[in-house]
């Protein structure tokens, strides 16, 4: 057996792990494929620190996973049916490496008394948190009946990002200010890997405004869904519309072979459509110490080295344009260029990565390849630029060769400050449309 930082390629695996060990027992199915599956590609989880989730392999097979959950300080932690042995070290590793200043805390099933016996050992102390999984048998068909002036539709998370997010920020309390929505809201769109369409059931109003959404999480290696998310705008709740969705996405989801459905809630709402309690979960938290507590924030400032593998990346066009740049480097700041950096944070608008001599450079939520920097040990370094127009604007090198400047001058910070850079650039950007 190993033990390995988890990786992008190790995506599939984890997903195989959480299947495997909700198979016999499903007992962690607040922690399945799905719920993993909808973290990895949520806008709060921090990815730049994705390789701290810790792994134990056997076979080529995960059999043991500490996970933290969106962020540092909670996670889950659970080993395979027979590899009971390495649980406290899956312990002990989740609380030295996922904890946050003030320590790291997990759910443990209140029917697991072995789990529950080695967190107390092991110093965990019990907090009144708690969170509750809820199940619902898909034995029968279920009636739908949704509002005549509203119509089911199947949004795209890419496509219809903006009308999804619109929804989600009326649906889950936000506000009904469009303006405030458009102002505080970056759109970011996600597709998930296992994603089914079919399966993301929304109701419609006549002006094509999204109302109300369910989105169900199916994997044929398991006979059951998960729902995330859920949620309905203020002026169409307590009207059925909910009831409507969640209907029309679970009798889809039985077409598909799922024999029943969980979520996480202990919302009455979810026992009015014949949920009922299945599993509850208490928190479970050991605190840090202070000294701990400096190694920690160590960690946490260690910076990993950037590669290609750590971002989606488009490779540059083949409208391109090369120049050279003249501009010297000194050794730290070479070595902070070959860490290169991994967004983390909608802010940070880079991502990039060194592979030999040469620095390449995409923009971050597009992936779109901007510029490629040969270095040169005579200080005139080849660089290569993007000239698609439909990718990047600038077709000025003079332009390129200031914004580049700029570009290295945040970067050979030490640390770089990707939020100051991000001002920078926001005020720049209004004082040229003052003077304009």
Known sequence: MIFKHFTERDYEAVCEFLIELNSSDNSHINWNWARFEWMY?????????????????????????????TQFGKGFCAVLPGYQEIYSEVLEYAFNHLSDDSGFSLAVCDDSEDEKAEVLKHGFVRTEQTENVMKLDLARKM?????QNLRFVNPDPVEDAQKLQWLFWQGFDHGEDRSEFEKEESIVPKA??????????????????????????????????????????????GKGVARAVIYEALNRAKVLG???????????????????DKYRYTFYRMKISESEKDMTEEKKNERKVAQRKDWKTEPMPEMYE????NRSFSDEEMDVLRLGSIPKAMEDKWFWYMEGSTLYAHRSWTGNCIYQIEFKEDDNHVVTVNRDPEQYKCTSIEK????????????????????????????NALGKMDKE
């Not at 369409?197 to 999204?210: F, M, N, S, T, W």
């Not at 799922?258 to 009922?276: E, H, N, P, W």
């Open 322 to 325: 090369t120049f050279v740049l």
């Open 400 to 427: 390129d060769i200031e914004n580049l400047n700029e570009l290295l001058d945040w970067w050979t910070e030490t640390p770089y400050d990707y939020y100051n850079q991000w001002l920078s650039e926001i005020s």
């Open 41 to 69: 590609e949520h806008p709060e989880f921090d990815k730049g620190h994705a390789e701290a989730i810790g792994l134990w392999i056997d076979e080529d097979k995960v059999v043991g996973a500490a996970i933290f959950d």
């Open 143 to 147: 009636k739908v009946s949704l509002p």
């Open 258 to 276: 799922a024999q029943k459905a969980y979520v996480i809630s202990d919302m009455d709402f979810y026992r009015r459509l014949g949920f009922k």
């Open 192 to 237: 998930r890997k296992h994603f089914n369409r079919e399966l993301c059931v929304a109701a419609c109003d006549p002006d094509g405004q999204l109302v109300s959404i369910c989105g169900l999480w199916y994997s044929e290696r398991t006979d059951y869904v998960y729902l995330e998310p859920v949620c309905t705008i203020p002026r169409y709740r």
